[in-house]
């Protein structure tokens, strides 16, 4: 399928990327329910490794089986799917081109005791397993930040000369950061600045709260008034902070929580600007039909088509 | 000898594979007695290495020597023989093609002071010796799992690019775990799926106990009513974990003990679905006769023919 | 463009480089308004890696796009733009071969913990993105100095060899450093020294203050009766340290300050004899408009042509 | 010299090796007075790195120079002589094709503060200066050992490779480890073992005494009565725990002593089946006549034909 | 110019080099006024690198030239130029061929706070540089001093597979050492001796004092009453460790001191048979002119012609 306008103005963006990498990210954002729209959805399902099997998959039996997620991403209609090796190589073959894959490099687990992640797949795994797209964490902030910038530095550099496109979760942890400080605006936008530095593709981040977290940020953000008083202000920082929208950056649904609290979530990164959701427990943890309705509306207010945004938008016509 | 059905259906789970790989994972398991029926018994000898020679051979002085093991393998129709470099080098003539080899890569010893492993082999070594899988042990919590990560990564890259399986010992240990943490059936479950993410295809735990040992993991069993009251119950629970049986999972044996405790404790791996055993010291410690007797029994019981399991099942028909 | 004299006689200190490094050295020193008079203003803009994007970029926030600093160096006929692998990407389509570019391949950022930067680019990033130099910052002094020396001498090999040329920050930090020990003249001069002991082309420094902070060192000062009275004093001093004179040294602009303060710096430079400025925050934070008239400013300064110096030297020569 | 068949019959013992390996394997038990034996006399010289200069050759300073040791091993009829890669490169044309040598490829020095030992040589260098086969140590028990046991492993994988025969000398150390704990047998028993699993193919540890270190071991000693009472019955058991003989193991002399001590020790190693000693300080800090009659007598201990061997024979057979 | 029959018997020694490398040794050997006599006198400038440039150069401004040194060591006839990487960049057309240079490959500097160097240049440098010879500095003692031996060993093999010759400064340092111990004879001869096992072809130490520093040591100087009361006998006793002369040994003249200590040390560096001397500080720290005259007398001495010596002879005559 042919990229749309809106596809095509976004690859531009990409200016020293090789066609193979512009054909694998063309491949994600032409894929699914919002493809050509410039949105993205993305399954990713690595909670596996960071908490364990029952707390990830114990809520809904089906999704111990690999080929669950596949099949979800598939019949809801996202934009990738994005796991760890094992998970991958248990459906590559049965999913082969079904649709575009970011495997996973590295992840952490509930029984370490250092803020740091073991890099277990390599860019010839990605290539041998057909997917579109590399996936790495770093966390900005902790005592190992250094040596996971140099892991992903030689992946990327080899990802991008093999055509792979390369997607990176940027989440600040460890060293003096406090847990209010990790999602704090100022070291969200920070986060998916340095990402974006590094030669991301994409980048992932979570939602902003209103916390500050550096003095040294604090100062300027009164000075300049930047406004981070709504979510969708603050998804508006995060976006100018990824070179100004010329990268694109989606954004983690967090805990489980009830729909409606995700709807409105999924509103203010849409009104922020942002170029989708990653959205794994809170669909693979519900019952499949339940998901597909939910992702299904997740969607639709990307698309600017649920109930609420037409009321809202009825009622200001009005 | 062609793949029986069973096995055909065991190697299509392996979907990003190799043929020379799926040629090696169907060898051991079309292998011994139990070859064709999707079950195994494998027997390790890297107890001179973790606990040192007299406590691993002075019980019976025959099995100093490295050829005992083969023929003790191979005498008792088991399905693979696995043990360190220095004792396949020693063997790997008299035995070539007898019968499939697990080259281990790593091991402790009894004077180290962290909990980590030696690496001393390589895949290189494995394919000069005739080997079907390397064998590797990962400690998942200990401060040093993550370099033991990506040490395995490298060698199971290698070893599935040239044709070969990859066994893993994931042996939760060190770190903040306690000694009942480490067979604790949250722990256990959560070892074995982490070998699966990293690409194992077949997976060593030890038999997991009742315990619980991560709080945000006990929340989740209690919720979600997860059964851990028998070992059968559990295992199924670890064959969850292994992708909903999509990865094999085999059980140590642990130390040696009396007859009936371990055919009780088989009778129990068997019932929870697990694909077989791996026994060691229960079985070079005793005299020949004696193992190969012990180890006839637990591959009737892995076929369902053993006394015990016969006469409940006649209780149960009547 | 031919290489003027003045720009030849510079070249000719660069005895063991190949033409291929020679011509990209040449085509800093030809560009912009300063081409042909062997002096050098460099844009960098790593201080979104450094100190986050909204401390760098709110003041202004066009320049959180990041084809506005191409566009800033190119308008200002700057020498060249410096800055990290993200940045360059984003515009290496557009401004391709447009003006010199200098990949910064490693950065701190203030989050960190310890006195370090991550490397997360290569020289075969810079080649294929068409720059004519590599960025490389070292902490003399710092726990981690070896090591940063050890990661540019691979990386200085291998762009020589490749025709490119090497531009070293040398920022004393971290170890027993104070905080005025960084800036030290004889600390300056020292780091300066120690970047072309270590085959750099171009070295950074931030202006040496008159303070001292070596025992050793201090004593020599004395005894020698070195000159360190004044900024230019100081810089001649640091020319004097960079192989009196056979290795270009520009200096940093350091904190964002008033136009006055700037100007009284740079012809502290100009007159000891500095290559020239590399002047970042300076530049970027303020409107457009106000940094060309800076730029322009500055360059007159390194003219030579700038009314306060045309005064002085009326004044001189009444 | 075709090999005899006592030696064919150790070389088969190396079912694994190339005909390369097992030629130099050949080359060293087929030279000088125990040629064709079975029995191995060798001399290390590497006490001038571990003890420094003085220490090692002041008490005959003929000592100093490298060809004194050739020649002493040459006049002797040794099987080999065993050197760090100076000592070997100073005598490497004289000597060329004179006797195995065995290249030391790491050393400590009494400067030292942890239990470690540098890495000086490859095997490259082994195979330039046309030696048989390369020497390591290993520290079992020490904080470095799995770096030791992964250094080993990359250097005899390349040796075995290049046709080079590997000689591990496993001396415990550093960790938990006792001085008494050192020598102790069971710790002896376990070293040698472990250089076993490492793939070495001759053994070199240091006579076992009475002692006992590991608790666990204790036991099992003790409910198995393993006669560990004297030098023969610990040597016995020590070659037990190298594959049941199937590696070759040599004991190294320790301390300069008297002539009667050492004769006593030779005896002892013989009884107990050992392949042979490694006897340095013992034979180059006596003037070289002293050490030709000593190293000749200990090879008459190994043929049986030592005086006080013939004595008791003689007093058994009345 | 062909080799003297001195310079061929050094040669000689060194068994295992090629013809490149011994190539390389004889044009050091054959440079300058002591040309064919076996002695040499080197110029090392490494001390901008390890004390900052104004503590080494401002007592002679000129000295800040690289150029400056190349010419000296001309001038002055000595036998090889040493310096680090920049040093030699910022002179290679210019002297090309005109004398052999030995490119340092590490350097510490005042500023670090642990006893190690950083690698700064590689032998790809010292062939495209046209270098003789490689220089590397061990600190034997060093907490890192393994770390050290094992990067000289990377560079040292590669160097002489390419023709280069080793030079190698072991300065014991760090570690347990004390100040006094760090020259005391028994360490300095240890040092020396270290480096000969680690296959340099020449070895810089320091002169010896009288001090004594290891225990086990000084018992064995005592017994075997090695002469240790003047620096001639101080000498000889490291010439010894250097496998009895068969290696060069020069010494470093230490900090700047008046004419006639440096005379009477050299003597009784020539009288205990070293090999030449390596005056850095004090030749290039003083006014052209007396460097020349100091050197030349230098020379004298070497060659047993200075006025002092002649003196002596002639008393001793009479």
Redesign the interface.
Known sequence: MKATQKVKRILD?????NPGTKANLARILMQGKLGGSGKLVILPVDQ??E?????S???N?DA???HYHFQLALDAGLSAYAA???????????YAGALPLILKMN?A??????K???????V??AL??GCAAIGFTIY??S?D??????E??ALA?EAK?NGLAVVMWSY?RG???TKEGETAV??C??AA??A?????HIVKVKPPTAAMY?D??KK??EK?K?NTSTLAARVR?VV??C??G??MVVFSGGEAKDLEGIYAEVRGLRDGGANGSIIGRNSFQRPKAEALAMLDNIIRIYQGKDVETAQSARAAAE
């Open positions: 963006n990409y200016e020293s990327d596996g490794f908490h364990g099997p029952a707390r998959f114990a809520a039996p111990y089986d690999p760890p090796l094992g998970m991958i190589e248990a459906g590559a073959e049965t992840s687990n509930s029984l370490a005791t250092d740091d992640q073991g890099v277990y797949a390599t010839k795994d041998r397993l900005p902030g005592e930040q250094y040596e996971m910038i140099e992903v530095r550099e000369a600040p060293g003096a950061l100022d070291v936008a920070y600045h340095i974006c530095l590094l030669g991301a550096l040294a940020a300027v953000y300049e930047i920082h100018q902070a070179f100004n010329r990268r």
